[in-house]
């Protein structure tokens, strides 16, 4: 029966009509991901209507396509003038714009592609073979798992701390503190809105981010008065990683795309936070720790093939149960409406026409974000032979646009301002950055998390640890913090030494 | 003194913060309460970080490298300030007029006017690329994408 689905969505997916919105899909996708304050999921709202007088698998196929695209999309901008064009790409930019700093925007870019390529190929596999078995897991996440969740991500904040630990976790911390804005959804109370109303909803985490990455970067261009010629970088790198490369990114690249596909199931965690995990773990596997964000590959390729994992990761509680894994794929689910299509566990096979082309429409796609996406990146590395004195002020006109595109709103824009003044001010202390933005994406989840699993629980912790997932995610987080400390690293050392002597004898 | 600064403001929100908890249930109020206690010590042990790499001196400052040792040198050391402090008067002069002169006339006047002030290009070249900037946005966002624009005295 799944075979012969299979041929169908195959068979339909091959329609030429089906290859030109996989096609439009991806450029429209590339194009808004590289633009910072336009996401996945606004375009993808957009866009909906235009599907109204298409087939149901074309047109969805074109939104899916579009939502693949922007996950790689995101890193142009993130790379060549550190400003994520998605949040998805924020930890992209910790080694992807200091490469591009030292002459090599062409090969950051070319490692984020292939990453995003082989992180999207496999997760696409993922939701042909095992769907509805990954489906079943996603039952197993409720608020207990998901606070599990956010404190291993926590535990992050103190590995992103590059230099100072102290500094890091105070930027981190500040994080946190500025997520509590808004209103408390567990009791439905405002908190530290002071009566403005435009902070009901809290701070946009988009508009933080936009703020703390870009309008810094374009302060620092024209700070100093530098030479004309000066470029960040000339067009004369290699794009693609040569096969000694890949072969060397393989096992980051495979781990990452898991963290991505598991982390897409998991409701709530998208793209924000696979990146910072990937990066994490990518981090913590590594030989050469202390290099990471002075710009090596292996930096680009965790994130990037982690958030082009989630794609299919999100899809799956999508396709198999009816429950959206993301923002983007809730859209995605209206567009199932729109066609008349009810999601839901029988869409597999009362539907297989359209879910299965929407399975192969996500495959065939990351191959046309490859082709597209080479000729798109080209173009862009031309960015980076702009003046920095004219390149500053188009970014803040970007920016300002990007911040107001969220909400419609000028107090965004004013946010942002304010972020991005405070992200200066820290760039020039060398407090960390990348800490505060883990702080604003795990706030809320962790505070959400925290009291609806109190709540199961009767106000009892131990549920904490009586759920087999969360006690599992927990004892990472605890390990993750030990890790790091003079006694972690002699417990390392010792099982290291083991492990070592049974080799040899 | 930009440390203390910081450490300051830091700690006031913090005790700002943990003062309005005081007003919520105590549900909502938990978790915000022990950031703001871990906010405040954390800001301490920075300025306790900074005074001893300061106490320590340039022997201190080696034994670490560069993204740990804190920035001890005077603040706009290394920038041109006159620079920095127009260029950020002009942004926020561009978000205070956003709303009511619009986006697309603001968005040219600033645009040009920085390019001019930093001799970034030809003044020929600074009105094409001012003009051709929030062309692209109008195509992009409002014909395109058809999300709304300030258009201020223009709508």
Request: net charge neutral; charged share 10%; proline share 5%.
């Given at each position: 029966?799944?075979?012969d689905?299979l041929?169908?969505?195959?068979?339909?997916v091959?329609?030429?009509?089906?290859?030109?919105?996989?096609?439009?899909?991806?450029v429209?996708?590339l194009?808004?991901?590289?633009?910072?304050g336009l996401?996945?999921?606004m375009?993808?709202?957009?866009?909906?209507?235009?599907?109204?007088?298409?087939?149901?698998?074309?047109?969805?196929?074109?939104?899916?396509?579009?939502y693949l695209?922007a996950m790689y999309?995101g890193?142009?901008?993130?790379?060549?003038?550190?400003t994520p064009?998605t949040?998805?790409a924020?930890?992209?930019?910790?080694?992807g714009?200091?490469?591009a700093?030292?002459g090599?925007?062409?090969k950051a870019?070319?490692?984020s592609?292939?990453?995003?390529?082989?992180?999207?190929?496999?997760?696409?596999?993922?939701?042909?073979t095992i769907?509805?078995?990954?489906g079943?897991?996603?039952?197993e996440?409720?608020?207990v798992e998901?606070?599990?969740?956010s404190?291993?991500g926590?535990?992050?904040i103190a590995?992103?701390?590059?230099?100072?630990?102290i500094?890091?976790?105070?930027?981190?911390?500040?994080?946190?503190?500025?997520?509590?804005?808004?209103?408390?959804?567990?009791t439905?109370?405002?908190?530290?809105?002071f009566?403005?109303?435009d902070?009901?909803?809290?701070?946009?985490?988009?508009?933080a981010?936009?703020?703390?990455?870009s309008?810094p970067?374009?302060?620092?261009?024209?700070?100093?008065?530098?030479?004309?010629?000066?470029?960040?970088?000339?067009?004369s790198?290699?794009?693609?990683?040569?096969w000694k490369?890949?072969?060397?990114?393989?096992?980051?690249i495979?781990?990452s795309s898991?963290?991505?596909?598991?982390t897409g199931?998991?409701p709530?965690?998208?793209?924000d936070?696979a990146?910072?995990?990937?990066?994490?773990e990518?981090?913590?596997?590594?030989?050469?720790?202390?290099?990471?964000?002075t710009g090596?590959?292996?930096g680009?390729?965790?994130?990037e093939s982690?958030?082009?994992?989630?794609?299919?990761?999100?899809?799956?509680?999508t396709?198999a149960?009816?429950?959206?894994?993301s923002?983007?794929t809730?859209?995605l689910?209206?567009?199932f409406?729109v066609?008349?299509?009810?999601?839901?566990?029988?869409?597999?096979?009362?539907?297989?026409d359209?879910?299965?082309?929407l399975?192969?429409?996500?495959f065939?796609a990351?191959?046309v974000m490859?082709?597209f996406?080479?000729a798109?990146?080209r173009?862009?590395?031309?960015?980076?032979?702009?003046?920095n004195?004219?390149?500053?002020?188009?970014?803040?006109?970007?920016?300002?646009?990007g911040a107001?595109?969220?909400?419609n709103?000028?107090?965004?824009?004013?946010?942002m301002l304010?972020?991005g003044?405070?992200?200066?001010?820290?760039?020039?202390?060398?407090?960390?950055?990348?800490?505060?933005?883990?702080?604003?994406?795990?706030g809320?989840?962790?505070?959400?998390?925290?009291h609806?699993?109190?709540?199961?629980s009767?106000g009892?912790?131990?549920?904490?640890f009586?759920?087999p997932?969360?006690?599992?995610?927990l004892?990472?987080?605890a390990?993750?913090?030990?890790?790091?400390?003079?006694?972690?690293?002699k417990?390392?050392?010792?099982?290291?030494?083991?492990?070592?002597?049974?080799?040899?004898d | 003194?930009?440390y203390?600064?910081?450490?300051?403001?830091?700690?006031?929100?913090a005790?700002?913060?943990?003062?309005a908890?005081?007003?919520?249930?105590e549900?909502?109020?938990?978790?915000p309460?022990?950031?703001?206690?871990l906010?405040?010590c954390l800001?301490?042990a920075m300025?306790?970080?900074?005074?001893?790499?300061?106490r320590?001196?340039?022997?201190?400052?080696?034994r670490?490298?560069e993204a740990?040792?804190?920035?001890?040198?005077?603040?706009?050391?290394g920038?041109d300030?006159?620079?920095v402090?127009?260029?950020?008067?002009?942004?926020i002069?561009?978000?205070?007029l956003?709303?009511?002169?619009?986006?697309?006339?603001v968005?040219?006047?600033?645009?040009?006017?920085?390019?001019?002030?930093?001799?970034?290009?030809r003044?020929?070249?600074?009105?094409?690329?001012?003009v051709a900037?929030?062309?692209?946005?109008y195509f992009?966002?409002?014909?395109?994408?058809d999300?709304?624009?300030?258009m201020?005295v223009l709508?």
């Amino acid at each position: 029966m799944m075979i012969d689905n299979l041929l169908l969505g195959l068979n339909m997916v091959f329609l030429p009509v089906n290859i030109l919105a996989i096609c439009a899909g991806t450029v429209i996708g590339l194009l808004v991901g590289a633009m910072p304050g336009l996401s996945a999921t606004m375009a993808i709202a957009l866009l909906l209507p235009l599907t109204f007088g298409m087939n149901a698998a074309t047109g969805i196929s074109m939104l899916a396509a579009l939502y693949l695209a922007a996950m790689y999309g995101g890193s142009i901008a993130a790379i060549l003038i550190r400003t994520p064009g998605t949040p998805a790409a924020a930890a992209t930019v910790v080694d992807g714009y200091p490469m591009a700093q030292a002459g090599k925007a062409g090969k950051a870019l070319g490692v984020s592609l292939t990453a995003s390529f082989v992180g999207g190929l496999l997760s696409s596999i993922a939701l042909m073979t095992i769907a509805p078995t990954l489906g079943m897991l996603v039952l197993e996440f409720g608020p207990v798992e998901v606070f599990a969740v956010s404190v291993l991500g926590i535990t992050i904040i103190a590995s992103l701390s590059q230099g100072s630990t102290i500094r890091g976790l105070f930027s981190g911390m500040l994080g946190l503190l500025i997520a509590m804005v808004g209103m408390d959804l567990t009791t439905g109370t405002p908190r530290f809105t002071f009566g403005v109303v435009d902070l009901f909803d809290g701070i946009p985490f988009t508009v933080a981010l936009i703020g703390l990455f870009s309008v810094p970067q374009a302060i620092r261009l024209i700070e100093k008065e530098v030479d004309a010629a000066t470029f960040i970088s000339k067009v004369s790198d290699r794009m693609l990683p040569t096969w000694k490369e890949f072969k060397y990114l393989w096992p980051n690249i495979l781990r990452s795309s898991g963290i991505g596909i598991v982390t897409g199931l998991v409701p709530g965690a998208g793209g924000d936070t696979a990146c910072w995990f990937a990066y994490n773990e990518a981090k913590r596997f590594s030989k050469i720790k202390e290099k990471f964000g002075t710009g090596i590959i292996d930096g680009i390729a965790a994130p990037e093939s982690a958030n082009n994992a989630v794609v299919g990761g999100a899809l799956v509680p999508t396709i198999a149960l009816g429950i959206p894994g993301s923002s983007s794929t809730a859209v995605l689910m209206g567009a199932f409406m729109v066609h008349g299509i009810l999601p839901g566990p029988n869409l597999m096979t009362e539907h297989a026409d359209v879910t299965y082309t929407l399975i192969w429409a996500v495959f065939f796609a990351n191959f046309v974000m490859l082709g597209f996406g080479l000729a798109f990146t080209r173009l862009c590395v031309y960015v980076t032979q702009v003046p920095n004195k004219v390149l500053a002020p188009v970014i803040i006109v970007l920016c300002i646009i990007g911040a107001f595109a969220i909400n419609n709103s000028v107090f965004d824009v004013g946010m942002m301002l304010a972020f991005g003044l405070l992200g200066y001010l820290f760039d020039r202390l060398r407090i960390p950055t990348p800490p505060m933005v883990l702080g604003l994406i795990l706030g809320k989840m962790l505070d959400g998390s925290l009291h609806q699993s109190l709540l199961i629980s009767d106000g009892s912790y131990m549920i904490f640890f009586t759920s087999p997932i969360s006690a599992g995610l927990l004892a990472v987080a605890a390990w993750s913090l030990i890790q790091n400390t003079p006694v972690g690293k002699k417990i390392s050392g010792t099982i290291i030494g083991v492990f070592k002597r049974k080799q040899t004898d | 003194m930009p440390y203390y600064l910081v450490a300051a403001s830091a700690s006031a929100l913090a005790v700002v913060f943990f003062l309005a908890t005081l007003k919520m249930q105590e549900a909502a109020a938990e978790t915000p309460r022990l950031i703001a206690v871990l906010l405040v010590c954390l800001a301490a042990a920075m300025l306790i970080e900074v005074h001893l790499y300061r106490r320590g001196g340039a022997a201190a400052m080696a034994r670490v490298d560069e993204a740990a040792r804190p920035h001890l040198a005077p603040f706009f050391e290394g920038i041109d300030i006159r620079r920095v402090f127009v260029f950020v008067t002009a942004i926020i002069l561009y978000v205070v007029l956003l709303e009511p002169v619009g986006y697309f006339i603001v968005t040219p006047l600033f645009t040009f006017g920085i390019f001019v002030y930093l001799r970034a290009c030809r003044p020929w070249v600074a009105a094409i690329v001012s003009v051709a900037v929030p062309v692209f946005i109008y195509f992009l966002f409002v014909a395109f994408l058809d999300l709304p624009v300030p258009m201020g005295v223009l709508g």
